[in-house]
Nanobody, 119 residues
Framework: QVQLVESGGGLVQPGGSLRLSCVAS????????MGWYRQAPGKQRELVAL???????NYVDSVKDRFTISRDSAKKTVYLQMNSLKPEDTAVYYCYYGRRWPRPPEDYWGQGTQVTVSS
């Protein structure tokens, strides 16, 4: 199994910045995809940013040019640098880890960290 522990959430003003961290442990493989999802009240969970197994990166359109995802393989940690935050970014942010090999494929999410953007 894989354990994911997020940190770095909090309350920030619109236009502010926040950096989320996620440390992975357990049965980790370096080629797994890692990223961030978020879920706002009354809404479904959505993918925010993802580092794919080939190291390509995907962002949801609403955060492009504002958020940056990165990964430190040695520390088994993925980060999400969030700049120019908007109230619409308010949500619980969940770290994600997924692998297709070896079989069977598995998906994991962390416990979540609250991000609140408000003046």
């Amino acid at each position: 199994q894989v354990q994911l522990v997020e940190s770095g959430g909090g309350l920030v003003q619109p236009g502010g910045s926040l950096r989320l961290s996620c440390v992975a442990s357990g049965s980790i493989v370096s080629f797994a995809a890692m990223g961030w999802y978020r879920q706002a009240p009354g809404k479904q969970r959505e993918l925010v940013a993802l580092i794919n197994s080939d190291r390509s990166i995907n962002y949801v359109d609403s955060v492009k040019d504002r958020f940056t995802i990165s990964r430190d393989s040695a520390k088994k940690t993925v980060y999400l640098q969030m700049n120019s935050l908007k109230p619409e970014d308010t949500a619980v942010y969940y770290c994600y880890y997924g692998r297709r090999w070896p079989r069977p494929p598995e998906d994991y999410w962390g416990q979540g960290t609250q991000v609140t953007v408000s003046s």
